[in-house]
Structures are given as structure tokens and as C-alpha cells.
């Protein structure tokens, strides 16, 4: 069955850099699309990222437009989120999520705070 397992989290001061991992098992991974949602106190769980199963296609939320970059091994069946210059407001849980799978992991805490 689908395993995801969210990696990379923490406490950085604003303007700094994090690369958070998702370990995808039970699936042929280079089939899907991935997703990267986050989900802050008292908010819906919104998509941050996502990113075809060649690689080869991203589209992202305007909030992180030009500050994150999702990317792909396939050959490690991870997905990455690179975020830089974060801000107070990109603190939430991170998750990753398969395209057609309710699964969802347990997810990494990003704080931005000083």
C-alpha cells in the first residue's frame, strides 16, 4: 500500500533555507504526480507544489512562486521541496501526497520564526 514519510523539518529564522523529503514505498512512484500541501494552526490543508512523474512539469501556489522548488528522484522514489527565503507565514505542517490516493503521512513541521 502507499507509504509516504516527510523529512527535513525545523526551526529557521526568516530568509532562511530548508529542503524537506518524502520517501514514497508500495507504489510504482515514477507513475504519479506528487504533491506537497501544508496545513497551518486553524487552516485548511492547502497544495503548495506539485510536480509530474517525469519530472518535467511543476506548477505551485502563488505564495511560493520564485521561493520554493519541488523536485523528483525516481531512481530513490523521493520528492523534494526546496524553500528558500521562507517567512513567518510559510510555518505549517508539510505533507506529501500521491496523485489519486487519500493516503497521507505524518507529515514535518516548518516554524519561520525569529
Known amino acids: 500500500q502507499v507509504q509516504l514519510v516527510e523529512s527535513g523539518g525545523g526551526l529557521v529564522q526568516p530568509g532562511g533555507s530548508l529542503r524537506l523529503s518524502c520517501a514514497a514505498s508500495?507504489?510504482?512512484?515514477?507513475?504519479?504526480?506528487m504533491y506537497w500541501y501544508r496545513q497551518a494552526p486553524g487552516k485548511e490543508r492547502d497544495m503548495v507544489a506539485n510536480i509530474s512523474g517525469t519530472g518535467r512539469s511543476t506548477r505551485y501556489a502563488d505564495s511560493v512562486k520564485g521561493r520554493f522548488t519541488i523536485s523528483r528522484d525516481n531512481a530513490k522514489n523521493t520528492v523534494y521541496l526546496q524553500m528558500s527565503n521562507l517567512k513567518p507565514e510559510d510555518t505549517a505542517v508539510y505533507y506529501c501526497?500521491?496523485?489519486?490516493?487519500?493516503?497521507w503521512g505524518q507529515g514535518t513541521q516548518v516554524t519561520v520564526s525569529s
Open positions: 501526497k500521491r496523485l489519486g490516493s487519500n493516503y
Open positions: 508500495g507504489f510504482t512512484f515514477s507513475n504519479y504526480r
